[in-house]
């Protein structure tokens, strides 16, 4: 597949958009990975995304970032979360249809995280749900603690913003099958160590399949 994607449909129009394939072999694996909080700066271009991507990449997925509504490219303004999530189910709809009959997981970082994993605990379609540095104390994550899909946490032990602890006590309220990392020293943007976020990702989800669990 040698296009490039720039842009995918979304609800508002074309969101800008970027796909990752892994060279030389079919995916076995197409994810979608939703970014930051755009009103504080975050982009598809943030690099805990741009190295977690990677990571999924190596791993052998197939890996869509884009910008919400209001970012970039990508038509409209920040919506607080519904909006965002709409636009996270267009990626979903674009990389099913790519993808058929692999698996279809759902990823995002910090506010990301919260919409990958409210719409992917939502979507039949979705069998993974992976959270980098999820704000588990700022938004409402009751989908994804009821949700039996496979969870994949990745955190940083000295994140100012949403504390581990208050991550440890959201990860034991999450059903199993689940796994956790804890960076070492990362802040919440894994400033310095954002190719550890990729690493950490290629680990947990190396020899993953949704068909195992």
Not at 164 to 189: G, S, T
Request: charge should be negative; include cysteine.
């Amino acid at each position: 597949m040698a296009d490039v994607i720039r842009e995918i449909p979304g609800p508002l129009g074309p969101l800008e958009a970027l796909l990752e394939e892994p060279k030389g072999v079919a995916p076995r694996a197409a994810v979608v990975f939703a970014h930051p909080l755009p009103t504080e700066g975050g982009t598809m271009h943030t690099k805990m995304v741009f190295q977690g991507a990677k990571g999924l990449v190596r791993a052998g997925c197939a890996v869509l970032r884009f910008n919400f509504r209001g970012v970039g490219r990508s038509p409209g303004a920040f919506d607080g979360g519904r909006g965002e999530q709409d636009d996270f189910r267009a990626g979903l709809d674009f990389m099913a249809a790519r993808y058929p009959n692999v698996d279809i997981w759902a990823a995002g970082a910090s506010f990301g995280s919260y919409v990958a994993l409210s719409a992917g605990a939502r979507d039949q379609r979705v069998c993974a749900l992976i959270a980098v540095a999820p704000p588990v104390d700022r938004y409402d994550f009751s989908e994804a603690k009821r949700s039996t899909k496979a969870k994949f946490i990745v955190h940083g032990e000295e994140d100012e913003l949403i504390p581990l602890k208050a991550v440890r006590a959201f990860y034991a309220q999450l059903e199993e099958p689940k796994e956790i990392v804890v960076i070492d020293r990362a802040n919440h943007l894994f400033e310095g160590q954002t190719v550890e976020v990729g690493e950490a990702l290629e680990e947990l989800l190396g020899d993953f399949s949704c068909r195992k669990h």
